[in-house]
């Protein structure tokens, strides 16, 4: 009796249209539980059912699309939290504003599984859905929309077969099945009639899984490069930028004798032009000298050569910058431009957004080393986007290099979450990347994406060497690119189109049945 009156209070409760509207931006905030730091990866499995379990049982196609659009805001809200100190209440016009995006998806589930839909129905549903969802991924992985930030798929990060899925199809094909496979469970627990469909979908998961972890091809192994990550930890005050070299200095000057091949430094490590502070050119040859290896800088500051400030990977040798430079190309919105400034600048005001836009790169770089191996620095945001380290692999990079800094969300979930990204594109790209930072997390994965060592945390100033297995061949994901993606949109276009076709047919029939009434 007692479950009888809650199962009826929860119904009642997603009646009232205030509690179905919480009831979606909770279920669209699920997901981000399996992300780090909480890293319940295995949720993912299971995250999106609620979501759309709600979808399904709208009572009518714009409830359904109002409904996706509070769990996209939700699910963006829970993902990005650890902004709101930065962007106040900026942030919640933005996730508002990206939820939209969800619309169509929610509209789209409704469709397909609304009702008691029949096995027809649940195996459209089962490749629609997640390409439709993947076409909201797509979009909003726009960099001026905020960039591929928590894209389902990086919830599998330290999952084995899930790194073997991402060197065949990117980080894509890894939500597509994540999405799919949680298709398949919604229709097994609400879909009487098709039950069987959804298990057929859920095994379908499981076997694309099983076939591409036991039958996809490896990277071979291309000998090791000794790499050093310096990582100065936290610093405040006015004298925070000298402070931090000093102690990057100190730190790398302790590498003497251990016979690295590179020291990476993290994003903004160097707070001044090079080509105007001779001092400090001077200061970094001497460290390459006695470490008997050259420093990938990163500096953030206002260009002598060029107008504006750039956020800079230098490569420094024994006698000073080699004259490898790679300036960074896409650019964190707010925090270093504010889009459409004329209309948006009022976000300076209520928060901690870009008071001048930083200037952007034009092209990727890939720089060699004195031992000939070659390295393709990515500048923090950019370690999101698989496009980028795809680009420098098939540029010949055989190691990939991410400088970043999360300081100003130290004790959030924002390190953590951006370390994870490394697996994910050493495992697309079959090449180990590093990831150095200012104050943590620092982290150095494999070219199967399998991380190397510990992860150096945000709590304290420290440096760490690491053996980094090269590797050589080209990985699927690099050789054909987003196929997955172009897939999904062909299943939508393939879905409309029958969808149309089948309108038209029904129209034409019942003008037909008209036409013989009236004679």
Known sequence: MAGTVSVGRCGALLTAPWGRAAAAVLAGALPALAFPAPALWWLAYVALVPWLLLLRSSPTGYRAALDGWLGGAGLLLAVHHWLLPSLHVFILVLAALLGVLWAPWGLLVHRLLGGDPGPGRVLVALLAVPSGWLMVELVRSWEYLGGPWGLFGASQWQVTPALRLA?????????????????????????????????AGVLGCVAVTAGVWWGAPEPEAAGTLRVAVVQPGPY????????????????????????????????????????????????????????????????????????????????????????????????????????????????????????????????????????????????????????????????????????????????????????????????????????????????????????????????????????VLLARGTSPYVRYGDWVPWGALAVLVCCGAATAVRRWLRRRTAAAGQRTGTA
């Not at 890894?174 to 469909?197: M, Q």
């Not at 200095?249 to 690295?260: P, Q, S």
């Open 236 to 467: 405040e005050g006015d004298e925070g930028g000298r402070h931090r070299f000093d102690v990057e200095e100190r730190l790398t000057r302790g590498l003497a004798g251990r016979g690295v091949a590179l020291v990476v430094w993290g994003e903004s490590s160097v707070d001044h032009d090079l080509s105007r502070r001779p001092d400090l050119r001077g200061r970094l040859a001497a460290l390459s000298r006695t470490v008997g290896a050259d420093v990938l800088v990163n500096v953030d500051a206002r260009r002598a050569d060029r107008p504006g400030i750039f956020k800079s990977s230098v490569l420094v040798g024994p006698d000073g910058p080699t004259g490898d430079r790679y300036d960074k190309m896409r650019l964190v919105p707010f925090g270093e431009y504010v889009p459409a400034r004329s209309v948006l600048g009022w976000a300076t005001s209520v928060g901690k957004a870009a008071r001048e836009d930083r200037r952007r790169g034009d092209r990727q770089v890939v720089m060699r080393l004195p031992d000939g191996a070659r390295i393709g620095p990515l500048v923090c945001f950019e370690s999101a986007f698989p496009d980028m380290s795809r680009h420098l692999a098939r540029e010949g990079a055989q190691l990939l290099v991410a400088q970043s800094s999360t300081s100003t969300f130290q004790r959030s979930w924002a390190p953590r979450q951006h370390a994870s990204l490394v697996a994910l594109r050493a495992a697309e790209t079959w090449r180990p990347m590093v990831h150095a930072t200012l104050t943590g997390v620092s982290a150095v994965a494999d070219a199967r994406g399998r991380r190397i060592g510990a992860w150096l945390d945000t709590d304290r100033p420290t440096v760490a060497v690491y053996e």
């Open 167 to 199: 060197s065949v199809g990117g980080i894509w094909l890894v939500s597509f099945l994540l999405v799919a496979l949680n298709t398949g469970l919604s229709a097994l627990f609400r879909a009487p009639r098709a039950r069987i469909a959804g298990a």
